[in-house]
């Protein structure tokens, strides 16, 4: 049996890179944002955009108080967390449905280190690590500013960086504000930060579906 002509085996070598190449971009490159063909009104949009926000924040005060009960954590801390941590999720999914699957989990490892960071602000305030502290604070607000840097590159005209870093740090001002009045036993006090840290999340959600809507009005019917 003869041997394969030197010019056959340089069109197999070449065929498998191509097929090789085809099957990496298939792999490697970021998912299509969704189909422009279905629409949903303005206003329900918005209004899921507030709902998903507001869990955010009602989420996260949950965690607060079981985390920041002293001596130790309430019982229901774990499923606290996970329930918070699904919120991180679903927002990441408004994302995906709008930008595709890469942006979606990269706004959802975002928004999970948010969440983690703040676990370990206030862990290590309950330990007394003041040093552990800080840092997890400066790795908290270092996260804002990523966070604000990623949507600005989504949506660079209705998301001016500016704008959402501003709106992002002070969501993290106010929560902080909540978690310190909560472990140093300000309960009166630490009730009456969620109004602030409600009606700044509206601001913030608000800005969010607003931009989205402007870049993709061909999605959303009136």
Known sequence: MKSPS????RAIVLSAIAILTVLSIIVLA??????????TSRVAFHDTSRKLWEDHI?????FIVSAG??????PDRGP????LLQNQVDLGNVIRTFYGDRAGDDVTALLTQHIVLAAQIIDSAKAGDTVAQQEAIDAWYDNADQIAAYLHRLNPQNWPV????????RHLDLTLTEAVDRLQGRYAADVADYEPVHAEILTLADALSAGIIAQFP???GS
């Open 218 to 220: 061909e999605r959303f």
């Open 69 to 74: 009960t002293l001596p130790t954590d309430l």
């Open 58 to 62: 009602t989420w996260t005060r949950c």
């Open 162 to 169: 500016k704008t959402l870093r501003s709106l992002l740090t």
């Open 6 to 9: 030197r010019r056959l085996l």
């Open 80 to 83: 606290t967390t996970d329930r």
């Open 30 to 39: 970021p998912a299509a944002p969704a189909a422009a063909g279905a629409t």
